[in-house]
Structure formats: structure tokens, C-alpha cells
């Protein structure tokens, strides 16, 4: 049987196993350092001779630093009390009495995590890290070289069988000549266990998220693997590339690619669509001008819903700057400074810098307090909004009586509750609108201040108590949707979900239905027996946009820093000029001498990898060169 051997020890293909310390893993397996092992015949049956068929061991063996793929299997049949020939010499001849001598094309062959190895047992180990926790051993009967249990050298094909997946519905359904599916799966799914099988497992097959790098090993998933997954990932699975071990023939393998697709929940699709066709209606409206109606509302939402066009976006700032020209003055309004901040929201939104609009710095106003409270709480919340889409550096004026400051605003703000916690535009009694307002000024805040923490939890018991039976909100009465609008935004912007959280959740609904209840054909309504109303469409717009961006995982609506141009980006001082003291205050930051706020940290991670390195510093210095 010299012949049989030789095939065997060539037939035994699996590539080198690399450290999978950074990807996933069988948890268990990991954690208690076993290798699962499997001993089986499923070709050869009893009716026509063999000692035995089907599964003789199925079990997790333990392993450490001594431990081979071959020990391995000997300890598996050890545990049962079966007997084995051959292992002292690498080679399995006979197991608990079925031998690769009862057929004429007979023996044992075995894979690693189902591919058939090139080197005998005994080379895996956990010494050379060829052998890990996690990794599947199968020796299998054969009764024709390989050919029956899925090893192959005559046949080059490198596609793959099947692969079954722990949770979802392929589309189409799997052809392994078609490349591209998509897996829907419910939206509450974590992770996903991928089980591939290639047609010919003398080649392997590798899976990957979302990047296919067959070059370096490492990077992929064990067979069997939990994958964590959000919306949109793309699980890769490869099957026979040449960069990879094989004793076959490899012309580059084949790819397969697998889209991750949440299902929409009933609520999240109705959102889904009513965000488009509102969008599409908006968009067809004239170009905004400067203005609280059919202006800065309809641009902020469509920006931040990813679903402006340039002309729209272009259209408008072109006519802020004739505006901003005609007033001749950074002040649009004598006498209110939310006219700024709303200008301001947009700018950011579509990725313009405030601090230079027709040659004015619209920020120039918020230095004087006494200017921004002057028309009452509203002109404290929405310029704590306005500066905090880019986290602006307030401007100093020694003019003034009372130099803003953005502590100032917030304590303005936590001092104008009401007794009870909310808020109001005028009057004792609280007002959805504007505890909604408040609260979304307050909610960069709100998990570093626990003066705001304290409020802003309070404001929310408030919001529930106010809330009616229906799920909606009445303001001075009368359930409008712009009130809904303004509590969903609320609560979407400090991590509270308007559909779920049951504080939201009356009988006739949560709060985002009672908002969606006010659709109407193009927008919304401003009350349950009305009409197509402006104000109530741009309202209901941008607050099904922050319910949107909250529930994908997003920056919240007002948060725009990621929409923020260079010019504010690489401003990590907040001076109003990009600058060799930016790039300087990084490699302070990073010695240790200098200290950055969180907006500061936010703009010094310029090349947006997630962390402050000298990366960033280097990346402004030839910023400046250019």
C-alpha cells in the first residue's frame, strides 16, 4: 500500500494557519483551548463490509504546547477506547478495526478546517502555530484516492459548493457561477456564523469582512466563525487562490461577495419611505433663500439625510452670500440671533465655514451675551446648537459688556427650567418645543456635565408625562406635529430611542408614529385635520432624518463634524487659521505638555483614522506646503 501512503501524505492539504488573535474565533474553543475532531465513514457501509460506518468521534479534544494535528486524533479515539494503527509513523492505516487496506483504492485522509492537508499530521502543531484553538480536524474513509469525500487533483475548478450561513435569506439563491448575493437578516442581528465549502477541497477557502486580502494570512475567519456585523457589511468568501497552498492547479481563484441587508422593521421602513419622498418633493421645490420658512430647515434636513444636490446646495449659498452682502454686517438681525444660528446649521450642513461667508465671520455676534439672550431662552439653545456643529471657538470682542462664553449658555439654559424640569417659550408651563429645543442643545453635554445629565433626565420625564395617549404632543393644546418633531429629535440626539424606549410608547403609539401620523402627500400637516404645510414638512423632515441617523449608528443631526471642510477640520486651535501652531499643538498634545477638549481631539484626527497621532501633525504641515 506504498501507493496509498504516498497520497495520503499529499492528499493531507490545508494551508499554514496563521494567529487568529484578530479575528473571529469559536469563543469556546478559544477559551478553553480545544480543537474539535472528527472521525468518520461515510462511503464505505457496513452492508458492504467496513468494521463500521458513519461517526465514530465527534468531539472537542484539549491541546497545548505539545500538541500536534496527529495527537490530536489520537487522543480523540483514546477518550473512546478505539484502536489505531499507524500513528507512530505519521500515518493513519487503520482505525478501530477499518483498514485502508479493505478497499482497493482505500485509506484515511483528513483536512483542517475542511481542507485537505499537504504535509502529514504530525507537521501541524501548536508549537509552529500551524494548530490553534478553534481548528476542525476530519479524518474521513475513502474508498477511490479522495475523489468521494471532496479531494480532487484531476479537477482544477475553483468554486465554491455552498455556504450556509447561522441567520438570513440569500438572494438570488446560491449558483456558484453567480459572484454577488445579498443576505437579509433580522435588523437586531450581531453576528453572523459563516460555514463555507468548496467543491474541491484539495483548495481553500477563506472568508473575510468587508476588505479581500488573500495575501496576508491572518486577516480571515475560521470556518465557523461568529462575524459581527452591522448594515451594509460584505461578507467575502474566497475559494482556491494561488496564494495559497495547494497541491491543484490555482488560476486565481474565484470571489464571492455576500451583502449584509437589515431588515426594516415596520416603523424603520415607514420612516425609510417617507424620508424619500419627501426628500424627492423638497427637491423639487424653488432654490431656498434665507429664511425660517423655505430656507435653511429644508437644507439642514436634506444634507443631513445624504440627499441634497449640488445645485440645490450651491443654489442656496449663493443666494446667503448676496444676502449676507446686501446687510452688509456678520448681525443678520438687529435683535435675533437665532437668524445666525439658523443660517449657521445649514452652512454646516452642506460643509461651509461660517467664519467666512461674503467676506463676514457670522460667528462675530455670539460674543456679546447680552445680544444672544435678548429675544429669551431660544437665542441661548440655538446658538449652543450653531457652535457645536463644528465645535466653533466662540469670538472674543472687549467691547462688549458680557463676553460669551459657552458655559454661559449652558448655565442660561439649565437655569430657565421650569420648576418641573421642561421649558417654555414664555409663561410656567412647560412646552414640548422647547424642552425638545433645550434639550438638544444641551445633549453634547450630557455625559461629561452632570449638572446637565441631572436636567436634561429630568426634561425627559417631563416629555413622557406630556405625552398623550396617541403618542403625540400637545402644545398650547393642540397635538401638532412640529412638537412631535422637535421631542424625536430630542431624544434621538442623546441616545434614546423615540420608538422603543417604553417612556414613548403609549397606547396609540410611540412618538415616531404619532409624528409619521401627520404625513400627508409631499410632507406633513401642521395638525391632524389640516393640510400640506411648509413649516411642518421641514420640521418632520430633519426629525425623521435624526431618528434615521440614530438608529444607522450616525452622527447625530446636529453634530456635523463629519461634514466639516479643511478649514475648520485642521483648525485644532480654534484661532480661525490653519496654521503651523495647529500641526505644533498636536505634537504637544502627544508629548504630554498641551491638554485638547474632545471638539479639539475630534479636529486634530485629520486623516480620520480614529486616533491623534504625529500622522496628523505631518498631515497639516503639508497642508501648508501645498
Same mark, same amino acid.
Given at each position: 500500500?506504498?501507493?496509498?501512503?504516498?497520497?495520503?501524505?499529499?492528499?493531507?492539504?490545508?494551508?499554514?494557519?496563521?494567529?487568529?488573535?484578530?479575528?473571529?474565533?469559536?469563543?469556546?474553543?478559544?477559551?478553553?483551548?480545544?480543537?474539535?475532531?472528527?472521525?468518520?465513514?461515510?462511503?464505505?457501509?457496513?452492508?458492504?463490509?467496513?468494521?463500521?460506518?458513519?461517526?465514530?468521534?465527534?468531539?472537542?479534544?484539549?491541546?497545548?504546547?505539545?500538541?500536534?494535528?496527529?495527537?490530536?486524533?489520537?487522543?480523540?479515539?483514546?477518550?473512546?477506547?478505539?484502536?489505531?494503527?499507524?500513528?507512530?509513523?505519521?500515518?493513519?492505516?487503520?482505525?478501530?478495526?477499518?483498514?485502508?487496506?479493505?478497499?482497493?483504492?482505500?485509506?484515511?485522509?483528513?483536512?483542517?478546517?475542511?481542507?485537505?492537508?499537504?504535509?502529514?499530521?504530525?507537521?501541524?502543531?501548536?508549537?509552529?502555530?500551524?494548530?490553534?484553538?478553534?481548528?476542525?480536524?476530519?479524518?474521513?474513509?475513502?474508498?477511490?484516492?479522495?475523489?468521494?469525500?471532496?479531494?480532487?487533483?484531476?479537477?482544477?475548478?475553483?468554486?465554491?459548493?455552498?455556504?450556509?450561513?447561522?441567520?438570513?435569506?440569500?438572494?438570488?439563491?446560491?449558483?456558484?457561477?453567480?459572484?454577488?448575493?445579498?443576505?437579509?437578516?433580522?435588523?437586531?442581528?450581531?453576528?453572523?456564523?459563516?460555514?463555507?465549502?468548496?467543491?474541491?477541497?484539495?483548495?481553500?477557502?477563506?472568508?473575510?469582512?468587508?476588505?479581500?486580502?488573500?495575501?496576508?494570512?491572518?486577516?480571515?475567519?475560521?470556518?465557523?466563525?461568529?462575524?459581527?456585523?452591522?448594515?451594509?457589511?460584505?461578507?467575502?468568501?474566497?475559494?482556491?487562490?494561488?496564494?495559497?497552498?495547494?497541491?491543484?492547479?490555482?488560476?486565481?481563484?474565484?470571489?464571492?461577495?455576500?451583502?449584509?441587508?437589515?431588515?426594516?422593521?415596520?416603523?424603520?421602513?415607514?420612516?425609510?419611505?417617507?424620508?424619500?419622498?419627501?426628500?424627492?418633493?423638497?427637491?423639487?421645490?424653488?432654490?431656498?433663500?434665507?429664511?425660517?420658512?423655505?430656507?435653511?430647515?429644508?437644507?439642514?434636513?436634506?444634507?443631513?439625510?445624504?440627499?441634497?444636490?449640488?445645485?440645490?446646495?450651491?443654489?442656496?449659498?449663493?443666494?446667503?452670500?448676496?444676502?449676507?452682502?446686501?446687510?452688509?454686517?456678520?448681525?443678520?438681525?438687529?435683535?435675533?440671533?437665532?437668524?445666525?444660528?439658523?443660517?449657521?446649521?445649514?452652512?454646516?450642513?452642506?460643509?461651509?465655514?461660517?467664519?467666512?461667508?461674503?467676506?463676514?465671520?457670522?460667528?462675530?455676534?455670539?460674543?456679546?451675551?447680552?445680544?444672544?439672550?435678548?429675544?429669551?431662552?431660544?437665542?441661548?439653545?440655538?446658538?449652543?446648537?450653531?457652535?457645536?456643529?463644528?465645535?466653533?471657538?466662540?469670538?472674543?470682542?472687549?467691547?462688549?459688556?458680557?463676553?460669551?462664553?459657552?458655559?454661559?449658555?449652558?448655565?442660561?439654559?439649565?437655569?430657565?427650567? @421650569?420648576?418641573? #424640569?421642561?421649558?417654555?417659550? !414664555?409663561?410656567? /408651563? &412647560? *412646552?414640548?418645543?422647547?424642552?425638545? +429645543? =433645550?434639550?438638544?442643545?444641551?445633549?453634547?453635554?450630557?455625559?461629561?456635565?452632570?449638572?446637565?445629565?441631572?436636567?436634561?433626565?429630568?426634561?425627559?420625564?417631563?416629555?413622557?408625562?406630556?405625552?398623550?395617549?396617541?403618542?403625540?404632543?400637545?402644545?398650547?393644546?393642540?397635538?401638532?406635529?412640529?412638537?412631535?418633531?422637535?421631542?424625536?429629535?430630542?431624544?434621538?440626539?442623546?441616545?434614546?430611542?423615540?420608538?422603543?424606549?417604553?417612556?414613548?410608547?403609549?397606547?396609540?403609539?410611540?412618538?415616531?408614529?404619532?409624528? @409619521?401620523?401627520? #404625513?400627508?402627500?409631499?410632507? !406633513?400637516?401642521? /395638525? &391632524? *385635520?389640516?393640510?400640506?404645510?411648509? +413649516? =411642518?414638512?421641514?420640521?418632520?423632515?430633519?426629525?425623521?432624518?435624526?431618528?434615521?441617523?440614530?438608529?444607522?449608528?450616525?452622527?447625530?443631526?446636529?453634530?456635523?463634524?463629519?461634514?466639516?471642510?479643511?478649514?475648520?477640520?485642521?483648525?485644532?486651535?480654534?484661532?480661525?487659521?490653519?496654521?503651523?501652531?495647529?500641526?505644533?499643538?498636536?505634537?504637544?498634545?502627544?508629548?504630554?505638555?498641551?491638554?485638547?477638549?474632545?471638539?479639539?481631539?475630534?479636529?486634530?484626527?485629520?486623516?480620520?483614522?480614529?486616533?491623534?497621532?504625529?500622522?496628523?501633525?505631518?498631515?497639516?504641515?503639508?497642508?501648508?506646503?501645498?
Amino acid at each position: 500500500m506504498k501507493t496509498i501512503k504516498r497520497l495520503t501524505s499529499l492528499v493531507l492539504t490545508a494551508t499554514v494557519i496563521t494567529s487568529f488573535s484578530a479575528v473571529g474565533i469559536s469563543a469556546n474553543a478559544a477559551e478553553n483551548d480545544k480543537v474539535r475532531v472528527i472521525v468518520s465513514n461515510d462511503v464505505f457501509s457496513k452492508a458492504d463490509g467496513a468494521a463500521w460506518d458513519g461517526t465514530l468521534v465527534d468531539e472537542w479534544v484539549d491541546i497545548d504546547e505539545n500538541s500536534t494535528m496527529l495527537s490530536s486524533v489520537v487522543k480523540a479515539l483514546e477518550n473512546h477506547g478505539y484502536t489505531q494503527t499507524g500513528a507512530d509513523s505519521g500515518y493513519f492505516s487503520e482505525i478501530n478495526g477499518l483498514s485502508s487496506s479493505d478497499c482497493q483504492m482505500g485509506g484515511w485522509m483528513g483536512t483542517l478546517n475542511d481542507w485537505f492537508t499537504n504535509e502529514l499530521f504530525g507537521y501541524y502543531t501548536v508549537a509552529n502555530g500551524t494548530l490553534e484553538a478553534g481548528d476542525e480536524i476530519n479524518l474521513q474513509y475513502t474508498k477511490s484516492y479522495g475523489v468521494d469525500i471532496g479531494s480532487d487533483w484531476s479537477d482544477n475548478t475553483t468554486a465554491l459548493a455552498y455556504a450556509e450561513f447561522s441567520v438570513g435569506t440569500l438572494s438570488p439563491e446560491f449558483d456558484p457561477e453567480v459572484t454577488d448575493y445579498t443576505l437579509t437578516v433580522p435588523s437586531d442581528t450581531k453576528s453572523i456564523a459563516v460555514t463555507p465549502t468548496a467543491f474541491n477541497k484539495n483548495y481553500q477557502v477563506r472568508t473575510y469582512k468587508n476588505e479581500y486580502t488573500p495575501a496576508e494570512n491572518g486577516t480571515e475567519y475560521k470556518r465557523n466563525s461568529d462575524i459581527s456585523v452591522v448594515d451594509g457589511d460584505k461578507i467575502i468568501i474566497g475559494v482556491g487562490s494561488d496564494k495559497w497552498p495547494s497541491m491543484n492547479y490555482s488560476a486565481g481563484g474565484i470571489e464571492y461577495t455576500f451583502t449584509v441587508k437589515f431588515e426594516q422593521e415596520e416603523t424603520a421602513k415607514a420612516v425609510s419611505e417617507k424620508l424619500k419622498s419627501t426628500s424627492d418633493y423638497l427637491l423639487t421645490l424653488s432654490t431656498p433663500s434665507v429664511g425660517s420658512v423655505g430656507g435653511e430647515w429644508s437644507v439642514l434636513g436634506l444634507a443631513r439625510n445624504n440627499t441634497i444636490s449640488d445645485s440645490f446646495a450651491n443654489g442656496y449659498y449663493a443666494n446667503l452670500e448676496n444676502y449676507v452682502k446686501e446687510k452688509g454686517s456678520s448681525t443678520l438681525s438687529k435683535n435675533k440671533s437665532t437668524d445666525n444660528s439658523r443660517v449657521i446649521l445649514a452652512l454646516s450642513a452642506i460643509g461651509k465655514d461660517a467664519r467666512n461667508v461674503a467676506g463676514y465671520n457670522l460667528l462675530e455676534p455670539y460674543a456679546d451675551f447680552e445680544y444672544v439672550n435678548w429675544q429669551g431662552i431660544n437665542g441661548p439653545v440655538f446658538a449652543l446648537i450653531a457652535l457645536d456643529t463644528y465645535g466653533y471657538d466662540i469670538p472674543t470682542d472687549s467691547s462688549v459688556s458680557e463676553q460669551t462664553t459657552r458655559e454661559k449658555l449652558v448655565d442660561y439654559i439649565l437655569e430657565n427650567a @421650569l420648576e418641573n #424640569g421642561g421649558w417654555t417659550f !414664555f409663561g410656567t /408651563t &412647560a *412646552d414640548p418645543d422647547m424642552t425638545g +429645543m =433645550a434639550i438638544q442643545a444641551l445633549a453634547p453635554y450630557y455625559n461629561t456635565n452632570e449638572a446637565v445629565k441631572t436636567a436634561v433626565d429630568k426634561a425627559v420625564g417631563v416629555l413622557s408625562d406630556m405625552q398623550k395617549s396617541n403618542g403625540g404632543f400637545a402644545s398650547w393644546g393642540t397635538v401638532k406635529s412640529e412638537s412631535c418633531a422637535q421631542v424625536v429629535t430630542a431624544l434621538a440626539s442623546i441616545g434614546i430611542n423615540p420608538d422603543k424606549d417604553s417612556r414613548f410608547v403609549k397606547e396609540g403609539g410611540s412618538a415616531v408614529d404619532a409624528l @409619521l401620523s401627520f #404625513g400627508c402627500e409631499n410632507g !406633513f400637516k401642521h /395638525t &391632524a *385635520d389640516g393640510s400640506y404645510n411648509q +413649516m =411642518a414638512t421641514e420640521q418632520g423632515f430633519y426629525a425623521l432624518v435624526a431618528y434615521n441617523r440614530f438608529i444607522n449608528g450616525n452622527n447625530s443631526l446636529y453634530d456635523m463634524t463629519d461634514a466639516s471642510p479643511d478649514s475648520v477640520k485642521y483648525d485644532v486651535d480654534g484661532n480661525g487659521y490653519v496654521d503651523v501652531s495647529d500641526a505644533t499643538i498636536i505634537q504637544k498634545y502627544l508629548a504630554g505638555t498641551a491638554k485638547l477638549s474632545s471638539t479639539q481631539i475630534a479636529r486634530a484626527d485629520v486623516d480620520n483614522d480614529g486616533s491623534v497621532t504625529v500622522v496628523d501633525a505631518t498631515f497639516i504641515q503639508k497642508q501648508l506646503v501645498k
